[in-house]
């Protein structure tokens, strides 16, 4: 079985400063990754993905996300936050063969003006 | 277009009470998922249909009873409901289970709220 630990559970950070979030995954067998962000009182939006080819890979709002097979990592990152921003982020992990994801615990995103 | 629609997006209900939420994607997608996700915490995965066939059963307390019409609709039947069962049900979809580049899209959710 799987399972993914989302390191902070909470992440304050002020507008335009950095961020990073953590995302650690065990398995035994080869997985992909996925960032889901869930805005106030909505449903899960799919962030980006990790399937194959470049480890690093980069959503259409300036986060990015690299991973990291040996470090078994798949963190995400934006260099510089928005109000807009402030959300819960789940980090999840889908076994190569089978369709049911795996959730880490996720994490909030405060971004302070 | 990577929409899937869910109604109501709100609903009350007595635990004596029978409801239905819906759920809709025209994606051609044909692996459907019901999820329950309580505040601060990640979902939880209720069901799978894969090509209008149940596929996963999480071993999911009979009162919650899906159901997929066809391959755009997914039906989550209500019946007797207890106050725990109270939080946000997600649907979502994919395009195949058994393809290596698989991923779901999520509906906006229907909170649900069991007095």
């Known amino acids: 079985a799987q399972s993914v630990t989302q390191l902070d559970s909470q992440v304050p950070v002020f507008e335009e400063a950095p961020v990073e979030l953590r995302c650690n995954y065990s398995s035994s067998v080869s997985v992909y990754l996925f960032w889901y962000v869930q805005y106030p009182n909505q449903g899960l939006q799919l962030l980006l993905k990790y399937l194959s080819g470049s480890t690093l890979v980069k959503s259409i709002n300036g986060f990015e996300a690299e991973f990291n097979k040996s470090q078994t990592s798949f963190h995400l990152r934006k260099p510089s936050v928005h109000i807009s921003d402030t959300a819960e982020y789940f980090c999840a992990v889908r076994k190569a063969a089978g369709n049911k994801l795996t959730f880490g615990g996720g994490t909030r995103v405060l971004v302070k003006p | 277009d990577t929409e899937v629609t869910q109604t109501p997006k709100h609903l009350v209900m007595g635990m004596t009470n029978k409801k239905s939420l819906k759920c809709e994607q025209h994606?051609?997608?044909?692996?459907m998922y019901w999820y329950k996700q309580k505040a601060k915490k990640p979902p939880e995965l209720m069901f799978v249909y894969s090509y209008e066939k149940l596929s996963i059963n999480e071993s999911v307390p009979s009162r919650f009873s899906p159901e997929c019409p066809n391959s755009s609709l997914l039906n989550l039947h209500l019946h007797a409901l207890q106050p725990e069962d109270s939080a946000l049900y997600l649907c979502a979809s994919s395009q195949d289970r058994t393809t290596s580049t698989d991923t779901q899209y999520f509906g906006p959710g229907t909170r649900l709220t069991v007095l």
């Open positions: 994606m051609g997608h044909r692996a």
